[in-house]
Structures are given as structure tokens and as C-alpha cells.
């Protein structure tokens, strides 16, 4: 595929309002994206809102200033309102500008519409894609690193551009993925970002792409691109942290941390525990003592990737525990018992690891007693950390995508095959609404609700089981500013009015 070397592109990455803090780490997507432009020689600039409650001011000025007539942004779910709002301020200030949307919405609402065509049915995953058709000029699916130069071509006519699939020329194959660049950290104000692991100053790296299991709730179990496991070489990986590890002492803040923000490092053991060794012998030559973080999947855990992984700096594990019922574990789908968590708990606190619980709470047939013995789990094997969230329906999980509209009781509702149970949801308007994702303690709102539990009582009983688990585990009280890592497995305050823009030709 020709690469189009004379076209200047915007990545605009738009801001989470819904969280207290957004300058915790960047969003890498884009970034990899942008890094391929620049190595192609394209002039690319970054506008990084993250943190702006002014955004479309900054936009509105932006667009006055800069010749460049293409945008290209990344949205998460929770971010399309706030997406919406600068695809407006970008059609009034360059009306003939081209507007790009990648990123995970598009890709799992894509997906959502694909499967509804499989299906012969008319389901929310279409209804969602058909909104962004309405908005953008070009929709990416999957993998941006290649897409970006189809959908830049002047000459290419289609309105998505299919990087998502195995069979796509676009898709990044198992095996390709070191033939890319690292994220362009160059071209945003990195070190306004802030995140702290045992004391050690930590930025985020992606040492592997998608998840094979096929939880409930999870995005992109039927989407290739997020289901397909892709890792990259060790060596790749070890080189990506040198490199910005050297690059953060250049500029006087150095890193001496990173956060894996993979869904599961031990997806494949054998490969954590490889990095793990090279990780060591990596910080024998920097003359640096490092700490690292990351999610394991508690079933595949073992004591000897414990042990590595505390030698080599981590110093906290995430699990997605979500639930202490083994009838709950069994209806998400999530292949772990009650046992195997506490299993993993227990393999982790000998070897030295605090262990960090990530539970949920909402999932089809959830009642009073599931909740129980969620909160019962949490007190009995004593975690260093626990989150409580309310289950969402995002786009691209089977929660969602496979849920039915029901006329009558004017709601989604989603059956699992093998119990029974049942989940129920209203709609939501995600060009307009992000309050459903997570939500400051004390103002949760559910938007899904069970046969034994309303809304209200699930926000009830996830507030209540915060307050007990925490006081139990002598945990201070989660403030709205702790609101603020994309860490469940549901992943600064900077001066008003600054346009920081970064370019690079």
C-alpha cells in the first residue's frame, strides 16, 4: 500500500471528563498511530485535551491558527460526548476539513452491527455505529498503525476503513507488531502526566495486544483485533523501556516505574516469565532499581511467575476477581472459582506482591445473597487494595451486544444461555452520555438492574460494600480524585486557557 507522504494530520485525544484527574497516563493508541506518520515523513501534530474543561475553546483557537485540514481523534466510549462536541467545533472552523474517528468505540460498535448482520437482527451496536456515521468523515476499525494512510487517501471512497479483522491487509499480524514504532511520546506534554508505583515516578507501556477469554462484560469478545492475542518480541518490549528510561533522564524527570497496562500479563506464562528475567538483567545495565505493575488472569497464576515477577520490581498485581459467587463467576464467564482467586491472592502475598481486587457488582441474576459473598470474599482473604464498580454494557461485549430490546418493559435485556439469568438496561445515547462509566463515590448511577435488584439497590449495596471492605482492610476512604485510572477490568490539573500543541515535520 502507497503511503501518502504529503498530507499534514491533527491527532486530537479528546478529554475524560468524566474523571477527577486525566493527566495519570496518556492514551498510547494515537500515539502509535502518529509515530508511524512521522516516520513516513508526514507533518503531524497532537493536541492533547486531557485535563481542559475549556476543550472546545482550545479546539475553536486551534483550528483559526493551523493550515492543517485533517483531524484524526481516538474515543473511548465514555469519551464520544466530549468527541461530538470538538467534531462541531472542527466543522464550523474548517468545514472542508476531514474528520477521522478510531479507537475502541468504533471498533466494537462496528463489531456490535456486524453481528447483528450475522444475526438478522437490529440490536444497539448498529444503532451506535450508525450515530458516528452521521458525525465523521472517515471511521477506522482496529488497528490505526496502516488504516491511517487509507483513510488520509483522497482517492479512497469507502466510509470505513476494516483494520479489525484477521483477513484485513491492515491488521497487525502475530509476529509484525515489532516492524512498528513506539508510541510518539514526543509529541505531547509527557511530563505533565503523574503516576507513582512504591515511590518510583512510572509511565505506561503495552507489551501485548488482546485477550482470548470471553468474560461477560468484557468489549471485543467477538472482535478479532481485541480477541486475538498479539505479543511482541521481549526484546522489543525491554527496548521501548531503555529507551523512554533514558529519553525521562535527558529531560530531568526520570522514570524509574511502568505500568503493563496488557489485559493479562501471564496470558501466556511462559512469556511473563521471560520478561520478567529480562527485565532484571534490563535494570543490571541501567544501574537502576525499578518497580512495575500490571494484571494477571488468576487462573493461569502460578508461584513461580510470583516469585519472578517480585524479583524482577512488581511490586502490585491486579486481578479482575469481580466476584466472590461461584455462580456469578460461572454467568460472566469468567473460568475461575471462588478457590482459584483466593489461590492466586494467597501465591501472591508470599511472595512479597500486594494484591489489588478488582470487583464488580450487576451481573445477570446478581441478588442480595452474590453480593454477600462478594463482601464476604474481600474480608476473608484480606486484599491490599479492593475497587468496586457497577457493571456497564459497553459496546463490543456480549452483555451488550447480545441483549434484546424488550417493547414492552422498554429495556435491553440480555439472557445467558446456560443459567438463565437475566441482565437488564435502559438505552444510552453515547454522543451525550458518560456518567454510566465508574462515578465519584457517593453519586454512582446504574443503568443496568437484575430480577432481585433495582438500580437503586445495586448503588446501595456497591456503596455499602466499598464502605465495609475498606474499613475492614484499614483502607482510607475513595475520594472523588481516587476516581481516576482506567484500572478495572470493565483501563494534573493544568493551567486553563494554554494551547500546548506539539508538532513535529
Aim: aromatic letters at 10%; proline letters at 5%.
Amino acid at each position: 500500500m502507497e503511503k501518502i507522504h504529503d498530507i499534514p494530520v491533527c491527532f486530537i485525544i479528546p478529554p475524560s471528563t468524566f474523571l477527577a484527574d486525566e493527566r495519570v497516563f496518556p492514551f498510547l493508541g494515537p500515539l502509535k498511530v502518529a509515530a508511524e506518520l512521522k516516520k513516513n515523513g508526514n507533518k503531524v501534530e497532537v493536541l492533547d485535551l486531557s485535563g481542559y474543561g475549556n476543550f472546545e475553546e482550545i479546539v475553536e483557537q486551534y483550528v483559526k491558527e493551523t493550515d492543517i485540514k485533517n483531524f484524526a481523534l481516538t474515543a473511548t466510549t465514555p469519551q464520544i460526548p466530549a468527541a461530538a462536541k470538538i467534531v462541531n467545533k472542527l466543522r464550523e472552523g474548517a468545514p472542508e476539513g476531514k474528520i477521522i474517528l478510531g479507537g475502541p468505540h468504533t471498533t466494537l460498535t462496528y463489531t456490535g452491527m456486524t453481528e447483528d448482520l450475522k444475526a438478522g437482527r437490529l440490536s444497539r451496536g448498529t444503532l451506535a455505529y450508525r450515530q458516528l456515521e452521521g458525525l465523521f468523515d472517515k471511521l477506522v476499525v482496529g488497528d490505526g498503525e496502516l488504516a491511517i494512510f487509507r483513510a488520509l487517501d483522497p482517492e479512497c471512497k469507502l466510509k470505513t476503513i476494516d483494520a479489525g479483522n484477521l483477513k484485513s491487509p491492515l491488521f497487525m499480524q502475530k509476529g509484525t507488531l515489532e516492524n512498528f514504532e513506539f508510541p510518539a511520546r514526543d509529541l505531547i506534554d509527557l511530563d505533565s502526566y503523574h503516576y507513582y508505583i512504591d515511590g518510583h515516578r512510572a509511565f505506561s507501556v503495552i507489551a501485548q495486544l488482546g485477550c482470548p477469554f470471553e468474560c461477560g462484560f468484557c468489549g471485543g469478545r467477538d472482535s478479532q483485533v481485541f480477541r486475538v492475542a498479539r505479543s511482541r518480541s521481549i526484546n522489543h518490549v525491554i527496548s521501548e523501556i531503555e529507551y523512554e528510561v533514558g529519553k525521562s533522564r535527558e529531560r530531568g524527570n526520570p522514570y524509574s516505574a511502568a505500568m503493563f497496562y496488557d489485559d493479562e500479563l501471564n496470558i501466556s506464562p511462559k512469556n511473563l516469565e521471560n520478561l520478567c528475567q529480562e527485565l532484571i538483567l534490563m535494570q543490571e545495565r541501567l544501574g537502576v532499581e525499578m518497580r512495575f505493575r500490571g494484571f494477571v488472569k488468576a487462573e493461569l497464576f502460578t508461584p513461580t511467575q510470583a516469585k519472578l515477577m517480585y524479583d524482577a520490581g512488581f511490586r502490585m498485581l491486579l486481578s479482575g476477581v469481580e466476584s466472590g459467587s461461584d455462580e456469578m463467576l460461572k454467568t460472566m464467564k469468567k473460568h475461575t472459582t471462588s478457590l482459584i482467586n483466593s489461590i492466586c491472592l494467597n501465591y501472591a502475598k508470599d511472595a512479597g506482591l500486594k494484591f489489588k481486587a478488582l470487583m464488580s457488582i450487576g451481573h445477570p441474576g446478581e441478588s442480595e445473597k452474590t453480593v454477600r459473598e462478594s463482601v464476604d470474599w474481600v474480608l476473608k482473604n484480606k486484599p491490599d487494595d479492593v475497587d468496586w464498580t457497577i457493571i456497564t454494557q459497553y459496546p463490543g461485549s456480549p452483555y451488550f451486544d447480545k441483549s434484546i430490546y424488550d417493547d414492552q418493559e422498554q429495556a435491553w435485556v440480555y439472557v445467558e444461555t446456560k443459567t438463565g439469568h437475566k441482565l437488564w438496561s435502559r438505552a444510552i445515547d453515547y454522543t451525550v452520555e458518560a456518567e454510566y462509566y465508574k462515578g465519584v463515590p457517593g453519586d454512582y448511577t446504574s443503568y443496568v438492574w437484575t430480577k432481585y435488584l433495582s438500580s437503586e439497590r445495586l448503588v446501595e449495596l456497591r456503596d455499602g460494600a466499598e464502605q465495609v471492605t475498606r474499613n475492614a482492610l484499614k483502607l482510607p476512604p475513595i475520594t472523588e480524585a481516587a476516581v481516576l485510572q482506567f484500572e478495572h477490568s470493565m483501563g494534573q490539573n493544568l493551567p486553563r486557557n494554554i494551547l500546548r500543541v506539539s508538532s513535529i515535520v
